[in-house]
């Protein structure tokens, strides 16, 4: 119902900004929460996980789409034989490993 949207989008909100380094311990405790929610409302929710993955694909999407977003730099197509397929960018630190144009462009790269 509505109740249980609303806390969808709350526990949801910037949801590519922010999970993509959460420990597994975070990631054990926002389940949690899930779960309460899910009994307080009667709903069910997707898992954090499958709304991460969603909305990362739709925003990488958008920014590849969006030649002055200042990201869109980001998403290098590689050569035309492998058309949607994106290089990857070098990170030498863990956060920037799982920042989110890295797995976004790990995402898109799996799609096809």
């Known amino acids: 119902g509505r109740l249980g949207c609303t806390i969808e989008n ?7 900004a922010w999970y ?8 054990k405790a926002l389940q949690r929460v899930v779960r309460s929610a899910q009994r307080i409302t009667g709903d069910k929710l997707p898992a ?3 709304t991460y993955t969603t909305r990362s694909h739709r925003k990488a ?3 590849i789409k969006d030649n002055n977003h200042p990201s869109h730099c980001l998403f290098t197509p590689l ?7 994106y ?13 989110f144009f890295l ?6 790269n799996s799609h096809h």
């Not at 993509?20 to 990631?27: L, Q, V, Y």
């Open 10 to 16: 709350i526990l949801s909100g910037c949801i590519t």
């Open 20 to 27: 993509g380094n959460c420990s597994a311990h975070n990631r």
């Open 48 to 50: 954090l996980q499958d």
């Open 61 to 63: 999407k958008k920014i």
């Open 79 to 85: 050569s035309s034989r492998r058309r949607g397929q």
């Open 87 to 99: 290089k990857c960018i070098k990170a030498g630190t863990e956060r920037l490993k799982n920042s």
């Open 103 to 108: 797995k976004a462009i790990r995402l898109l």
